[in-house]
């Protein structure tokens, strides 16, 4: 399917929707993945995003053994 298909596909299938919950969430996806302002995090995700870039993370294996310690725990 081409691009202009593919548009005129989802304008049809929008334009016959009843639900407006469904158009709302349409609406909300596409007013993100549009938004070209500056995505703001908070300091807590600013340092998680840093630690992230240099690697200072859990491995899959040691969260999951984390997670299994806390759970034996309650």
Known sequence: M???????????KITNLKEIWIIEEIQKL????????????????????????NDTVLSEEEAN???EKWLQEK
């Open 2 to 12: 081409s691009t202009a298909e593919i548009k005129l596909d989802l304008i049809n």
């Open 30 to 53: 596409l007013d993100f993945e549009l938004d070209e302002g500056v995505f703001e995090v908070s300091s807590l995700q600013k340092e998680r995003l840093i630690k992230a870039k």
């Open 65 to 67: 053994t984390e997670i």
